[in-house]
């Protein structure tokens, strides 16, 4: 009873981390590039039973093993990328498959983010919505009359009379385990060795995606699926602290007994 018991706590803890997790998942569905998470279960140790301890073992089941619970393993971030929306605005910009902008923190640092909804600074820089400097640096003129950013980073502006000039090329950074990533903010990472190797490229290069200009990317969180998974993780705590009040119940019994 005991086991029974520590057994459903275990697995009311961990169903508690998911449906919070879930929950997270939900509340931020309309959150540009946001990225769900997911919850990875493990089992505890397991202890084997002897025939010597419990006599009504067959003989047939010699390497029979009674389990102490579940914990939660690791919440992980999932980087798919989200459906892709059009704004029409030409500064919105959306990673058509893996990657991240870089951007230059205050700090001297680079983080990295998949929110493309870009703007200009007083002084002309192009900026996330935060503020940041999106690496390696682009700057347009007050006057230019449109720009233009093809799928594979390339940064053009025309001038009043219409005629076009460069402006730089936008860089694209991927990394082996992007789950690694440290969140320090919405939608911004930083790097830590857990990620593994650093890549950086062009985008459209060999295992990084394209960008698509007047387009953001929104959140992949699935409602159906986060639903699905909210009911089940419900279920299962409902399930589990039945477990212990059922137990609870049964160990009063046992202390009550007399002989």
């Known amino acids: 009873m005991i086991r029974a018991m520590a057994n459903s706590m275990a697995a009311c803890n961990a169903q508690q981390i998911k449906l919070d997790t879930v929950a997270g998942n939900l509340a931020n569905v309309n959150i540009q590039a946001y990225k769900k998470s997911k919850v990875i279960f493990t089992s505890l140790v397991y202890q084997q039973m002897v025939k010597e301890q419990n006599p009504v073992l067959p003989d047939k089941v010699p390497n ?55 703007h200009l600074d007083k002084e002309g820089d192009l900026v996330t919505d935060s503020g940041y400097i999106v690496a390696p640096g682009i700057k347009l003129p007050e006057n230019y009359r449109q720009v233009i950013i093809n799928e594979n980073g390339k940064v053009a502006f025309s001038d009043a009379t219409g005629v076009l000039h460069e402006a730089g090329q936008l860089e694209l950074y991927d990394f082996t385990a992007p789950s690694a990533l440290l ?40 409602l159906i ?24 119940e049964m160990w009063g019994l046992a202390n009550n007994l007399r002989k």
């Not at 980087?79 to 605005?89: D, N, R, Y």
């Not at 419900?234 to 609870?248: D, E, H, K, V």
């Open 64 to 118: 029979l093993f009674d389990g102490t619970g579940v914990k939660v393993a690791v919440v992980d971030k999932v980087f798919t990328t989200g459906p892709l929306k059009e704004t029409g605005h030409l500064l919105d910009l959306a990673i058509e498959g893996p990657g991240f902008f870089g951007v230059a923190l205050p700090d001297g640092n680079v983080a990295y983010t998949r929110a493309g909804n870009l």
């Open 183 to 222: 969140k320090i903010e919405d939608n911004l990472y930083l790097y830590i060795p857990a990620a593994g190797e650093i890549k950086s490229g062009k985008p459209g290069e060999t295992g990084l995606g394209n960008l698509k200009q007047g387009f953001y990317e929104g959140a992949n969180v699935d």
């Open 225 to 248: 699926e986060e639903m699905t998974l909210l009911i089940e993780a419900l279920r299962a705590y409902q399930l589990n602290t039945q477990a212990i009040r059922t137990s609870n």
